[in-house]
Every structure is written in structure tokens, then in C-alpha cells.
């Protein structure tokens, strides 16, 4: 019966758009940045806290942020990870923990009605301040990721992306992936998770969306429920700014493997960073928008080099990575190669045709608000907007930032944050005959 229900309201809450977002900020006496959004008539509420715990803050012990989110619901309180799963499902909740290179996020979906919800929030309040981090928990855990991280050296793929993120990043703490190293996991213990949760688990260092059938003073009393006996604790403190690579490098990787995995790029921009949407729609044009992208014309179309072909700008608190990738047949990876630099030289000089930035803007706007047509993308939505302290108003000015992108601005933009002589090239795959077509 509960399934039911959720089904109804997932298929009416896709149904719907909103024209514009109300986005109510303040902030707790503890120093916990809250970002509420109002949505009437179904009774259900999505709830995103994001704290500034993702693997850039593992300092030399790879994968310890992202072993802390994955155990901190295996135990809280007096109940192990079988009780937890039970009181939610019991109300009908959705429950989940994730970690990024800047946030450990923990979500949580559930019905207004009155018993309900508050069992949902005692629930996640008990899990939020008083994780037991228990020994045989964090034992089975680690195992498993262990046992990931060895399965990831059989893929080509996941060792092409950790030599790309190294080559961009050095020393910095975005150089390693968020899931940690087996020579950096194995040494953990559980009191290593226990001192990193009482570091950054706290309200000074959270972000809490609410978006959903509440009113403000219920949203007020909801936050104040979930952060009680939470320790005011420090903000993180900021990350050290990335240095760009001094020169253009070049590394092979030999892999017994009839498919080359490539990646190519350097650090890009930061959230905030004023060129974003010129970048943004620029890339869409170069290699984000899929089937109809030059990238994707030049490699796969017109030479047939590759199945598919993109580039994408990730911005993160610091500079997050812009990268271009495919995959190819070992012995064509040289000119897809070359191929691909000079797709992307060509449109650092000369950016998109003014047809193709008309469509790319269609493109975007068009299907924009599809992208937060549910509770669920708008809490997400306005997770980014909260924790990268973004304008209230981002959503709804979305639209006019695109529309007032220019050919002028993404050539300009493009010069200034692609420098063609920095570029970081990482191939993984085949033999000598990958590396030869360098």
C-alpha cells in the first residue's frame, strides 16, 4: 500500500514545473546555513544536509571521508543498520548517504503527515549526532571497499580518470579519488572515522535544504529537531587554491585492453567564477551536448574513431576539472588524438557559428526546467545553490545568464581558461602502438 502511495506521488510531482523558486534562507545560532523552498499540495518533503566533508578534507588518508559517509548509518544510538532500515521503511522514508570531492551529503525523502515525518527525523536526527562507528561495522565495510578498490584496478577507465585527476592536481586534494587508494584505506581504524566525523559533522560546517509541503515555522522546527546536540564545531577551513600544471604533459599507460580510454584537459574554473556561462554553453556546443556536438561530429561522424566523444567543465569550491575523453581502438588513438586537440584548437579560435549558439541556447532553456521538475532535483538544485554560495536567484535568472551568452564571450572566455600549451593528456590502454600515435 505505502509503495502505491509513493508511486501516485512520484508520478504527480514529475508532472509538475515550477514557473519560478522561492528560495528562504537564514542561518542557525549554530552557524548551519539553511535554504528552504515551499511546495504546495503533496505531502512530501526531500531534505539535503551537505557538509563540507567530501575527500578533498581526507588530508593524506585517501578515502577516509567516503568510508565515514558509507558507515555512518550502519549504527546510531541503540540501533544497528537492520533497525534503521526498518524505521524507514516503516514511514514510507528514503533514506542515503554519497560523498563528492567537496561535500559528504546525507538525503533523506519522506511524508509530511505528522507521525510519519517525525519518525523519519528522530530517525535521522539520532543518525546525524550519534553515529556508533562500531568496530565489526566499520571492519565489513572497509572489506568491502577494498575489495572495490581492487576490482578498479581492472578497469581501464577508473585508472585513466585517477592518472588524469593526479596529473591535474599534483599535491592538491583533488588529485586523489573520492573512494581513497587501498594503500591509504587499509591502514584506516574505526577511531580515524570517529575523529573525522567529530570534526566536520557539525552544525558550523552543514548546509540543510528543505524543500517540500511545509510551512516556514515547520521547516524552522524541522532543522532545529535534525541539528539538536550537534556541536556548533568549526567551519571547514578553506581549501588551498590549485596551482595550473606548468607545462603540457603526456602519459601512457599500457593495458591489456583493445579499447584506449583518453582524457585530455586541465583545471577549470570554480563555481563561482564569472565566465561560467559562457563556458558552459560554449561546451555544450564543443562536446556536451551528445550526438550533435563537434566533438562528437569530427570523431565519430565524419572518421568513425570512437563510439562517442565529449568534454565537460566540473566546477567544484576550487577549480574543478575540464576534461575531454573517449575511447578508441587501440590502434587509432593517436589520431583520434590529434583529431580531438585540434577540434578543440580550432574552437578556442574560433568559437561556435552564431546558428549553433541560437540552437545550443534552444537547446538548454528548453528542456531547463525540466531539470528540477520534481522535489527531489529542486532540493538538489538548491544544495549546489546553498553550499556554493550561489544567488538565491540562480534559478530563475538561469535562463537570461544563457540567453546574454555571446560568440564574443565563449572565445574570450575559452582563451583565458583553456591554455592549449597546459594541457594534461592521459591514455590507458593497448600497447606501443597507443603511445606511438601520441
Do not use: C
Not at 348 to 374: H, Q, V
Request: proline share 5%; no cysteine; hydrophobic share 40%.
Amino acid at each position: 500500500m505505502r509503495n502505491s502511495l509513493w508511486g501516485l506521488f512520484l508520478l504527480a510531482v514529475s508532472q509538475a514545473v515550477w514557473p519560478s523558486v522561492n528560495i528562504e534562507h537564514w542561518q542557525t545560532a549554530q552557524g548551519s546555513r539553511v535554504f528552504f523552498v515551499h511546495t504546495d499540495g503533496l505531502p512530501i518533503a526531500d531534505i539535503v544536509i551537505d557538509f563540507d566533508a567530501g575527500s578533498a578534507r581526507d588530508g593524506k588518508r585517501a578515502g577516509l571521508a567516503a568510508l565515514t559517509s558509507n558507515v555512518l548509518d550502519t549504527g546510531a544510538g541503540q540501533w544497528n543498520a537492520d533497525r534503521i532500515a526498518e524505521r524507514f521503511e516503516s514511514v514510507g522514508a528514503q533514506f542515503g548517504t554519497s560523498i563528492s570531492n567537496d561535500t559528504a551529503s546525507a538525503t533523506l525523502r519522506t511524508l509530511t503527515e505528522k507521525p510519519l515525518f517525525d519518525k523519519a527525523i528522530e530517525t535521522l536526527h539520532v543518525i546525524l549526532t550519534k553515529p556508533t562507528f562500531n568496530e565489526a561495522d566499520f571492519q565489513r565495510e572497509k572489506k568491502r571497499t577494498l575489495a572495490g578498490l581492487k576490482l578498479r584496478e581492472e578497469s581501464p577507465g577508473d585508472l585513466a580518470d585517477i592518472a588524469f585527476s593526479k596529473a591535474l592536481y599534483g599535491e592538491h586534494p583533488y588529485a586523489h579519488p573520492e573512494s581513497g587508494l587501498i594503500e591509504t584505506v587499509a591502514p584506516l581504524k574505526a577511531a580515524d572515522l570517529r575523529a573525522f566525523y567529530r570534526q566536520y559533522y557539525v552544525a558550523a560546517n552543514a548546509v540543510v535544504v528543505l524543500v517540500g509541503n511545509l510551512s516556514r515555522e515547520q521547516a524552522e522546527a524541522t532543522v532545529a529537531a535534525l541539528l539538536k546536540d550537534l556541536p556548533a564545531g568549526q567551519k571547514a577551513a578553506p581549501l588551498p587554491d590549485v596551482a595550473m600544471p606548468a607545462k603540457a604533459t603526456s602519459q601512457y599507460t599500457a593495458y591489456p585492453s583493445t579499447q584506449t580510454h583518453v582524457l585530455v584537459g586541465l583545471p577549470g574554473i570554480d563555481r563561482k567564477d564569472p565566465d561560467f556561462f559562457s563556458l558552459f554553453v560554449g561546451n555544450h556546443i564543443l562536446g556536451g551536448s551528445g550526438l550533435v556536438s563537434k566533438l562528437f561530429d569530427e570523431i565519430r561522424e565524419k572518421r568513425g574513431l570512437a563510439y562517442s566523444a565529449y568534454s565537460a567543465f566540473k566546477p567544484m569550491l576550487k577549480k574543478g576539472p575540464f576534461v575531454l575523453g573517449l575511447q578508441t581502438r587501440n590502434d587509432q588513438t593517436g589520431e583520434a588524438l590529434k583529431v580531438l586537440n585540434q577540434t578543440l584548437a580550432d574552437f578556442i579560435a574560433k568559437g561556435p557559428t552564431e546558428a549553433e549558439l541560437t540552437a545550443a541556447k534552444k537547446n538548454i532553456t528548453g528542456g531547463f526546467p525540466m531539470r528540477f521538475d520534481t522535489n527531489k532535483k529542486l532540493a538538489n538544485y538548491v544544495a549546489m545553490i546553498g553550499f556554493y554560495d550561489l544567488p538565491l536567484d540562480y534559478l530563475d535568472t538561469f535562463t537570461q545568464k544563457v540567453n546574454a551568452v555571446t560568440v564574443a564571450s565563449i572565445v574570450d572566455a575559452f582563451k583565458r581558461h583553456v591554455d592549449l600549451n597546459l594541457l594534461q593528456t592521459v591514455t590507458v590502454g593497448g600497447d606501443a602502438q597507443a603511445k606511438s600515435g601520441q
